[in-house]
Structures are given as structure tokens and as C-alpha cells.
């Protein structure tokens, strides 16, 4: 499985458009070799370089497994939105306090739906842990 961006290559910068320093949309991402045997995907972005620990800045999950695109500033293929480490559900765009800080946005191929209601990404990583078949990650930098 893989996952892109149209607008950045893996470990190269985010355009400051997808960040608090610009739009703050989500930029487009590209899924690529969905293993035919999901049921659904989990989109995870957080930011590992925080000093207070690994913040979550987007949690997409239930997205259907026929989708291979994720459109700029969009939710797509029927995804429900989780939420991030600011308590709310949406997409918050790098925004570093100091330094180059590492977006990684994590795709997971999964064997079922999840039935939860307004997961964080630690409890989507819970549920999720057994039904996972796949996984890929797209690795953007930012620095302010």
C-alpha cells in the first residue's frame, strides 16, 4: 500500500498552505494498492517532535477502501472524522513552535469497520490493532 501527496514528496516540505501559516487545509494525498481484502481505512497525521509528546493534528477513519484520493480541504470516500489533541474533530496544520518538526501521515488497511464514537487516535489505535492488514506512511516536514 501507498500513500502521496501531489503537493510534497516523503520527507520533503509541506507547502506552507496546508499550515497555520497559510490556509490550514488538508493537502491532497493519493492511496495506492489497497490490498482487495479491506473493509476500510484509518488515516492518522500527527507530529512526533512536540516537547510534550506525539500531537495529532488529523484523525480520519471508516474511509472506504475504493477511495484513492483524498481531495485538498476535504473529508472523502464517506470517512468520519476523529478527534485531535486539540479535542475537536477536523484538520489543524503544522504549526512548530521552534525548529523543523516531521508530519507523518500514517494510512492503515483494516479488515472491518470501526464502530466507535468520536475516537481519539490513541483509542482508534486500540480498536484497530487486531484488524490491521496494511500500512503505509508519507512523511512531510514544516518549520516556522
Given at each position: 500500500?501507498?500513500?502521496?501527496?501531489?503537493?510534497?514528496?516523503?520527507?520533503?516540505?509541506?507547502?506552507?498552505?496546508?499550515?497555520?501559516?497559510?490556509?490550514?487545509?488538508?493537502?491532497?494525498?493519493?492511496?495506492?494498492?489497497?490490498?482487495?481484502?479491506?473493509?476500510?481505512?484509518?488515516?492518522?497525521?500527527?507530529?512526533?517532535?512536540?516537547?510534550?509528546?506525539?500531537?495529532?493534528?488529523?484523525?480520519?477513519?471508516n474511509?472506504d477502501?475504493?477511495?484513492?484520493?483524498?481531495?485538498?480541504?476535504?473529508?472523502?470516500?464517506?470517512?468520519?472524522?476523529?478527534?485531535?489533541?486539540t479535542?475537536?474533530?477536523?484538520?489543524m496544520?503544522?504549526?512548530?513552535?521552534f525548529?523543523?518538526?516531521?508530519?507523518?501521515?500514517?494510512?492503515?488497511?483494516?479488515?472491518?469497520?470501526?464502530?466507535?464514537?468520536?475516537?481519539?487516535?490513541?483509542?482508534?489505535?486500540?480498536?484497530?490493532?487486531?484488524?490491521?492488514?496494511?500500512?503505509?506512511?508519507?512523511?512531510?516536514?514544516?518549520?516556522?
Amino acid at each position: 500500500m501507498k500513500i502521496t501527496s501531489p503537493v510534497f514528496a516523503n520527507q520533503e516540505n509541506i507547502p506552507s498552505k496546508y499550515t497555520c501559516d497559510g490556509e490550514n487545509i488538508n493537502p491532497p494525498l493519493k492511496i495506492e494498492d489497497v490490498p482487495n481484502v479491506t473493509v476500510s481505512l484509518v488515516l492518522i497525521m500527527d507530529d512526533p517532535d512536540t516537547p510534550n509528546g506525539t500531537f495529532v493534528h488529523w484523525v480520519l477513519y471508516n474511509i472506504d477502501p475504493q477511495a484513492r484520493e483524498i481531495v485538498e480541504d476535504s473529508v472523502t470516500g464517506g470517512a468520519m472524522l476523529g478527534i485531535t489533541s486539540t479535542k475537536q474533530k477536523g484538520y489543524m496544520g503544522p504549526c512548530p513552535p521552534f525548529g523543523v518538526h516531521r508530519y507523518f501521515f500514517k494510512l492503515y488497511a483494516l479488515d472491518s469497520l470501526l464502530s466507535v464514537d468520536h475516537p481519539t487516535a490513541d483509542d482508534l489505535n486500540l480498536e484497530m490493532d487486531t484488524h490491521i492488514i496494511d500500512g503505509a506512511t508519507l512523511i512531510g516536514l514544516y518549520a516556522r
